[in-house]
T-cell receptor, first 120, second 111 residues
């Protein structure tokens, strides 16, 4: 089945620094990827939609200048948390659909294993 | 996107069948129903997806009535490792659409 891979799985950084999280679709090409954030004991919240070759679309309340998204190829999207602060500590998860599966009306979102960001 | 309502939590003993029902009264014609399982500190894992009637795979069954305003995930003979949060999501099966997660159902399986 389709696999989405994230790296790193966990990262600790100091307040004020930037952190880059990579999301790769391993066996399919994804023109669109989605980034979610999950705080402890809460559900996933959609942050933004990453579009290959164009600007990302951000959900209301998500700062586009703080959470930079780059989708430079059909298999890679990156999320950079700039000038991270402790309140940005969270679990970040990316996802994508396999376009081949879409054509067969069986196209679930496939999720990466997430990145645990801790800002000290 | 259609809003979903699930029980916040459920408890079960090992070996029992667990049925988790999700309400989605404003489901649209082109919406599919998808269920995910999430363990702590892991991304959600796809369980099953359906549009109408019944769908079965190697891990679960999904029952969808004719009006599609609800759905029931059935987990046969649960084990301790099925302890997780289960999410019901409703939306189009299209590459451009994300899915919005509700609060999910926290299932606890005990011996």
């Amino acid at each position: 089945g389709a696999v989405v891979s994230q790296h790193p799985s966990r990262v600790i950084c100091k307040s004020g620094t930037s952190v880059k999280i990579e999301c790769r679709s391993l066996d399919f090409q994804a023109t669109t990827m989605f980034w979610y954030r999950q705080f402890p004991k809460q559900s996933l919240m959609l942050m933004a939609t990453s579009n290959e070759g164009s600007k990302a679309t951000y959900e209301q309340g998500v700062e586009k200048d703080k959470f930079l998204i780059n989708h430079a190829s059909l298999t890679l999207s990156t999320l950079t948390v700039t000038s991270a602060h402790p309140e940005d500590s969270s679990f970040y998860i990316c996802s994508a659909r396999d376009p081949v599966q879409i054509s067969s009306y069986n196209s679930p979102l496939h999720f990466g294993n997430g990145t645990r960001l801790t800002v000290t | 996107l259609a809003k979903t309502t699930q029980p916040i939590s459920m408890d079960s003993y090992e070996g029992q069948e667990v049925n988790i029902t999700c309400s989605h009264n404003n489901i649209a014609t082109n919406d599919y129903i998808t269920w995910y399982q999430q363990f702590p500190s892991q991304g959600p894992r796809f369980i099953i997806q359906g549009y109408k009637t019944k769908v079965t795979n190697e891990v679960a069954s999904l029952f969808i009535p004719a009006d599609r305003k609800s759905s029931t995930l059935s987990l046969p003979r649960v084990s301790l490792s099925d302890t997780a949060v289960y999410y019901c999501l409703v939306g189009p099966a299209d590459s451009g659409y994300a899915l919005n997660f509700g609060k999910g159902t926290s299932l606890l399986v005990t011996p």
